[in-house]
C-alpha cells in the first residue's frame, strides 16, 4: 500500500470518508440518549434501569476491543470495520422492533460488540495509510467525527422525530449503516498490519503507562459519554424542560468539542503531550462538577466548557500510544485502553442514574468531577510521555 504524505486530493477524500464512518460509530452508541426520556415513558422504567441500557452497551464493546487481536488477525481491518458497519445496520432494525425492555440488554451487547469492532481497526487502518509525520493531524481530524457526533446526534434525532416515531427513526439510521458498508468495502484496500499479531501481547500488558492512562481514561470517558447518557435525563426529568429544549441545549453545550479534538492534534505535534494532557484532564473534572450547579444559564455554560476541554483528551492520547508501540501490537495496545475507558462509559451511567433516583443528579456529577480531578495525578507516573 502507498502510504498519503500529504492531507489533500485523494488523502484528504479519504480521510473526510472515514471520519464520517467514526461520525456514524460514534452515533450508534449516542442515539438512544436523546430518545431516553421516550423510551422510559413508554416503557415506564426509572432512571437507573433507563441508563442501564449503556452498561450493558458498555459490555459489549470492552469484550469487542479487548478481544480486538483475534479478529484482527481472522479478517484484518478492512473487513473488521466492514462487519461493524453491517451488524450496526442489523441492531438497529433488531431494536426498532423491542416490545420488552429486557430485550435492550442483549441487544445492547450486540449493540457494542460492533461498535467496538471499529477503532482497533481503524487506527491501524489510519497508520498504514498516512505517514507518520501526518499522524497527529490525522488521527485528531478523525477523532473530532466523534466530537462532531455528540454535538449532532440530538439535532439529528429532533429532526428525524418530528417526522418519524423514535422506532422508524431507528429504521431511517440502520438503512445508512447498510449503505456506509457497502461503499466502504467498495473504495478502501486493507492495511498490512503484520504477521505477529498475538492474542495477549506480554509486552503490551506489561508496559505501566498503558495502566496509568487507561485508568484516566475510565474517568475521563465517564465524563464525557457517562455525562452525555444521561444529560437529557437529567434536563427533563430533574430540571422540567422539554425533549425539544433539552436536545437543544444539549446539542449546542458539544458544539465546542469538534473545533478543541481538531485542535488538538496540531497542539501535541508541538508541545508536550503530557503537560496538555494534565490540562485537559484536570479542567474537565472541574467543569464536571461545576454542571451540578442550580441555574440553568450557568449549565449550558459548564456543559459547554466540559465538553470543548474534554474532547483535546482522546485524540492526543491516541496518538501517544500510536508511538510508543509497534504497529503489529499497535490496535491490542488501542483497544486494551479503550477498554479500560469503556468501563466509565458503562458503568458511570448506571450510577449518575442511580444518583437521579436517589438523591439528584447533581450529586452524581460533583463526586464524578472530584475523581476525574484526582485522576490527572497519575499522568506524573507516565514515564514515557516526558
Known amino acids: 500500500m502507498a502510504r498519503f504524505h ?23 452508541r449516542a442515539i438512544l440518549s436523546p430518545v431516553l426520556p421516550l423510551i422510559e415513558d413508554e416503557f415506564g422504567v426509572l432512571h437507573a434501569r433507563a441508563t442501564s441500557i449503556f452498561l450493558f452497551i458498555g459490555i459489549g464493546y470492552a469484550f469487542s476491543v479487548f478481544f480486538s487481536g483475534v479478529y484482527a488477525r481472522m479478517l484484518g481491518p478492512k473487513k473488521s470495520v466492514f462487519m461493524s458497519l453491517t451488524i450496526l445496520g442489523l441492531t438497529f432494525l433488531a431494536i426498532s422492533l423491542v416490545k420488552t425492555f429486557n430485550l435492550f440488554y442483549p441487544i445492547g451487547i450486540v449493540l457494542g460488540l460492533a ?22 493531524k490525522v488521527i485528531a481530524i478523525h477523532d473530532s467525527g466523534a466530537a462532531l457526533s455528540m454535538s449532532a446526534t440530538p439535532f439529528i434525532a429532533l429532526i428525524l422525530l418530528l417526522f418519524l416515531p423514535w422506532r422508524g427513526m431507528l429504521v431511517v439510521i440502520a438503512i445508512v449503516y447498510f449503505l456506509a458498508a457497502i461503499v466502504f468495502y467498495a473504495v478502501s484496500e486493507d492495511a498490512n498490519v503484520g504477521t505477529k499479531i498475538t492474542y495477549f501481547p506480554r509486552h503490551v500488558l506489561k508496559a505501566k503507562a498503558i495502566w496509568y492512562l487507561g485508568v484516566i481514561w475510565i474517568f475521563m470517558t465517564g465524563a464525557t459519554m457517562g455525562l452525555y447518557f444521561v444529560v437529557p435525563l437529567y434536563l427533563a426529568k430533574e430540571l422540567s424542560l422539554s425533549i425539544e ?10 458544539i465546542g468539542a469538534a473545533v478543541v479534538g481538531i485542535t488538538a492534534g496540531f497542539l501535541v505535534d508541538r508541545f508536550r503531550a503530557k503537560k496538555i494532557l494534565f490540562v485537559l484532564v484536570l479542567a474537565t473534572g472541574v467543569f464536571t462538577a461545576l454542571v451540578g450547579v442550580r441555574d440553568l444559564r450557568w449549565i449550558k455554560v459548564f456543559l459547554f466548557l466540559q465538553a470543548s476541554v474534554a ?56 463526586l464524578l468531577g472530584i475523581v476525574t480531578v484526582l485522576s490527572s495525578g497519575l499522568l506524573y507516573f507516565v514515564k514515557e510521555l516526558e
Open 6 to 28: 500529504a492531507l489533500k486530493g485523494k488523502a484528504l477524500i479519504f480521510l473526510l470518508f472515514i471520519w464520517y464512518l467514526w461520525f456514524m460509530n460514534f452515533m450508534a
Open 115 to 136: 461498535t467496538g469492532m471499529y477503532l482497533p481497526a481503524a487506527i491501524p487502518l489510519l497508520t498504514e495509510y498516512y505517514d507518520q509525520r501526518q499522524w497527529g
Open 245 to 254: 429544549h433539552a436536545n437543544a441545549v444539549f446539542g449546542v453545550s458539544r
Open 311 to 366: 474532547a483535546g483528551f482522546p485524540p492526543i492520547s491516541l496518538v501517544a500510544i500510536s508511538k510508543m508501540f509497534e504497529r503489529e501490537t499497535r490496535g491490542q495496545a488501542v483497544g486494551l485502553i479503550v477498554t479500560l475507558g469503556v468501563i466509565g462509559t458503562a458503568v458511570i451511567p448506571y450510577f449518575l442514574g442511580l444518583s437521579g433516583d436517589l438523591v439528584s443528579f447533581r450529586l452524581g456529577f460533583l
